[in-house]
Nanobody, 122 residues
Framework: QVQLVESGGGLVQAGGSLRLSCAASGRTLSSYIMGWFRQTPGKEREYVGSIRWSGSSVYYADSVKGRFMISRDNAKSTVFLQMNSLKPEDTAVYYC???????????????WGQGTQVTVSS
């Protein structure tokens, strides 16, 4: 089973940047896709973007396209979410998630990290 640990959240002013990390362990990750999600109280969890461990495919939600960038370090089994030009509406708990492409359907992320708080002040 894959375990995920996020880090890097914090408080930043609008227009600033933060980088979140998600360290994965436990299994070979080549058949996994890693996703980033965020959630604020009273709202549904929102998809931010995702990246495959193999290949170059990266996907983004329209709300973050052009401001956020997802990358990975295969040697460290770590996925990053670089967030630039942050806005107050980006304030949320950010979660890293994973799913095995061979075992789950699209969108069925079944492994989740503990979440990290990102707060953007105006």
């Amino acid at each position: 089973q894959v375990q995920l640990v996020e880090s890097g959240g914090g408080l930043v002013q609008a227009g600033g940047s933060l980088r979140l990390s998600c360290a994965a362990s436990g299994r070979t990750l080549s058949s996994y896709i890693m996703g980033w999600f965020r959630q604020t109280p009273g709202k549904e969890r929102e998809y931010v973007g995702s990246i495959r461990w193999s290949g170059s495919s990266v996907y983004y939600a329209d709300s973050v396209k052009g401001r956020f960038m997802i990358s990975r370090d295969n040697a460290k089994s770590t996925v990053f979410l670089q967030m630039n030009s942050l806005k107050p509406e980006d304030t949320a708990v950010y979660y890293c998630a994973a799913r095995n492409l061979l075992e789950t359907m699209a969108g069925e992320y079944d492994i989740w990290g503990q979440g990290t708080q990102v707060t953007v002040s105006s």
